[in-house]
């Protein structure tokens, strides 16, 4: 960063989303990703790269910082939903990450921008969908708990972000979770798709953006932890038929501006 502006943007942005990923329970990479390629002039895959970083960070924050409303012990109690999605997500992101070392960054954009739009959809039909039920048991629920956490797992890596605007109505509709405690489970779903998503990164040698940019990634991060905390504290006050919608339309923009990016 070349600039006091440049901190302060890096600094207030990864604020602004650690917040709103800290509410919801998102790594907030799909409002942060146009933030890197835009503002910053990140190109493609070291976008995704540090995007995944910086989510990484919101999501290992986030979760602690929401148990005033969700404890841990309510997470503990929902293992087995945790490990069927990760059954699946854990190798989605493997071979999500190699498929996007190996993208031209033009196609990246293009896959990025459609992407954000799929998750704008997601956003606005899924959230509002009150939790009635799971949707199928039994070993129907398990398969299709493998086959959707496999195709998070992908998107995920792809994106760089940690897929909690799927993984929501995912547990609301699949598994029959509270929207709330949806939230705080798929960080814990999260967090291990991520790194795994990181380790096939770093195999070809794409992991080494992050060194290059020391300081940027230590500034956003320090906003992104500030704004967890911000967010966790204000779970349970801002209605979600509110918000989310607004959150749809922000990325409805932001994969219009990563499409015409060049």
Same mark, same amino acid.
Do not use: C
């Given at each position: 960063?070349?600039?006091?502006?440049?901190?302060?943007?890096?600094?207030?942005?990864?604020?602004?989303?650690?917040?709103?990923?800290?509410?919801?329970?998102?790594?907030?990479?799909?409002?942060?990703?146009?933030?890197?390629?835009?503002?910053?002039?990140?190109?493609?895959?070291? =976008?995704?790269?540090?995007?995944?970083?910086?989510?990484?960070?919101?999501?290992?924050?986030?979760?602690?910082?929401?148990?005033?409303?969700?404890?841990?012990?309510?997470?503990?109690?929902?293992?087995?939903?945790?490990?069927?999605?990760? =059954?699946?997500?854990?190798?989605?992101?493997?071979?999500?990450?190699?498929? !996007?070392?190996?993208?031209?960054?033009?196609?990246?954009?293009?896959? *990025?921008?459609?992407?954000?739009? *799929?998750?704008?959809?997601?956003?606005?039909?899924?959230?509002?969908?009150?939790?009635?039920?799971?949707?199928?048991?039994?070993?129907?629920?398990?398969?299709?708990?493998?086959?959707?956490?496999? =195709?998070?797992?992908?998107?995920?890596?792809?994106?760089?972000?940690?897929?909690?605007?799927?993984?929501?109505?995912?547990?609301?509709?699949?598994?029959?979770?509270?929207?709330?405690?949806?939230?705080?489970?798929?960080?814990?779903?999260?967090?291990?798709?991520?790194?795994?998503?990181?380790?096939?990164?770093?195999?070809?040698?794409?992991?080494?953006?992050?060194?290059?940019?020391?300081?940027?990634?230590?500034?956003?991060? *320090?906003?992104?932890?500030?704004?967890?905390?911000?967010?966790?504290?204000?779970?349970?006050?801002?209605?979600?038929?509110?918000?989310?919608?607004?959150?749809?339309?922000?990325?409805?923009?932001? !994969?219009?501006?990563?499409?015409?990016?060049?």
């Amino acid at each position: 960063m070349k600039s006091l502006r440049d901190k302060s943007t890096a600094f207030g942005g990864g604020a602004l989303i650690g917040t709103l990923g800290g509410l919801i329970g998102l790594g907030g990479a799909e409002f942060r990703l146009p933030l890197l390629i835009g503002a910053f002039g990140f190109r493609a895959l070291d =976008a995704v790269i540090l995007n995944k970083a910086m989510s990484l960070v919101v999501v290992a924050t986030a979760l602690p910082f929401r148990t005033a409303t969700v404890p841990f012990v309510e997470i503990a109690n929902h293992w087995q939903v945790i490990v069927n999605l990760l =059954a699946g997500s854990l190798l989605g992101a493997w071979f999500g990450a190699g498929w !996007a070392t190996r993208l031209k960054s033009e196609t990246l954009y293009k896959v *990025i921008s459609v992407l954000l739009v *799929i998750i704008a959809i997601v956003l606005i039909f899924g959230h509002n969908v009150s939790s009635a039920g799971a949707f199928v048991t039994g070993s129907t629920q398990l398969v299709a708990g493998v086959i959707a956490g496999f =195709a998070i797992g992908v998107v995920a890596s792809l994106m760089g972000v940690a897929g909690g605007e799927l993984l929501i109505p995912t547990l609301v509709l699949l598994f029959g979770a509270d929207i709330k405690l949806a939230g705080s489970l798929s960080l814990a779903v999260s967090l291990p798709t991520m790194i795994v998503g990181f380790a096939r990164y770093s195999q070809d040698q794409a992991f080494s953006v992050l060194r290059r940019n020391g300081a940027f990634v230590l500034t956003m991060a *320090i906003g992104s932890i500030v704004g967890t905390f911000v967010g966790g504290r204000l779970l349970g006050v801002v209605p979600g038929n509110v918000l989310l919608p607004a959150l749809a339309l922000i990325l409805v923009v932001s !994969a219009v501006k990563v499409w015409r990016h060049r």
